[in-house]
């Protein structure tokens, strides 16, 4: 844990994590939904508009049928004022590139000056030096940069439509900014989406990192849908969350469980205000309810949520989103 996660740390979060996890536990062993606190954690998405068109990505390849927007900031503000003192974590992203919305920003200092760990992934295109030194500004906590690639030819193969040096441009103007205000924050990571085009590269991507002075290299296994994109997984299984059957099909290699953790921990909301379980219902096809219609307490405890925790409880295959979820399965470096 670093420093600046740490000092969010208080006892009100605490005691919420503590009813957490506690009742995580109850229910796992009854196998029943028991659910005491607040999500410690929630994702937030500004946008789902992007630049680029990744192949196994529904907003790069404008699959949603739900609608398209930016979040406003009044609803923002809202959410957060709903999710309360137990909330300590937010990642600004779900679908979309969020700096094509012209008040990201706006967003992050809402939530980092209630002492929240503040998140967001990117692509990096957008990253000018002001934008930069607004970055620094505005409290971010830490800025994931997508790069996938140590060179054009093998970044295209998944970031289509993306140019890899302005990717490294926006690295080199944050990193900049922060020198110049000498802030350590936000903590810059790069993440590598490991493919077979790319999986050679990863110890060029690591003296690249360290030449730049970036914080972590994150290297993240490939999710594909309906066993498509198989070209794109490494032959490297350890690089891999998938393993090839007998009848040349993928399947995920880590252990099927009845229980998630992330269904007592975190929800994600879109950027109309919808509730969603997960990261992976990129659809918004399981909603739990609206904070436009209802507050947020009773939709966290509602018999809707309620019912889903109980399903996943009873068996989590019946879950489409839950069938191809890689929790547990992502590499640290």
């Known amino acids: 844990m670093n420093a600046a996660l740490r000092r969010t740390i208080n006892p009100v979060r605490v005691w919420n994590y503590f009813l957490l996890r506690s009742s995580y536990s109850l229910s796992a062993i009854l196998g029943r939904p028991i659910h005491w606190g607040k999500p410690l954690a929630v994702s937030i998405e500004p946008t789902t508009a992007c630049n680029l068109g990744c192949p196994q990505c529904p907003s790069g390849l404008k699959k949603f049928t739900r609608p398209t927007g930016n979040l406003k900031t009044d609803l923002n503000k809202k959410i957060l004022d709903q999710l309360g003192p137990t909330l300590q974590y937010i990642n600004y992203y779900f679908q979309g590139e969020p700096f094509i919305h012209r008040n990201f920003l706006e967003l992050v200092r809402e939530a980092s000056k209630r002492n929240i760990y503040v998140v967001t992934s990117t692509n990096a295109h957008f990253i000018s030096p002001e934008t930069a030194r607004e970055i620094v500004d505005s409290g971010l906590s830490e800025a994931i940069i997508s790069i996938d690639g140590m060179s054009q030819e093998s970044y295209e193969k998944y970031r289509i439509g993306g140019e890899l040096n302005k990717v490294l441009e926006g690295a080199k103007n944050l990193i900049a ?157």
């Open 177 to 333: 900014a922060k020198r110049e205000k000498r802030s350590v924050l936000p903590k810059v990571t790069f993440q590598f989406l490991v493919t077979r085009y790319n999986e050679n590269e990863i110890p060029a991507l690591n003296e690249l990192a360290l030449s730049l002075g970036v914080d972590e290299v994150r290297l993240k296994t490939i999710q594909i849908y309906d066993h498509e994109g198989g070209n794109l997984i490494p032959e490297n299984e350890s690089y891999s969350r998938y393993q090839r059957t007998d009848a040349g099909r993928f399947e995920l290699k880590n252990k099927f469980r009845n229980s998630c953790w992330r269904m007592w921990s975190s929800c994600v909301f879109t950027w109309d205000g919808k509730v969603v379980p997960c990261c992976f219902d990129k659809d918004a096809e399981h909603q739990m309810g609206e904070v436009e219609k209802l507050p947020f307490g009773k939709i966290w405890k509602s018999d809707v949520y309620r019912g889903f925790r109980k399903q996943l409880l009873r068996n989590r295959r019946e879950i489409e989103i839950c069938r191809n979820c890689s929790e547990g399965s992502k590499i640290w470096v």
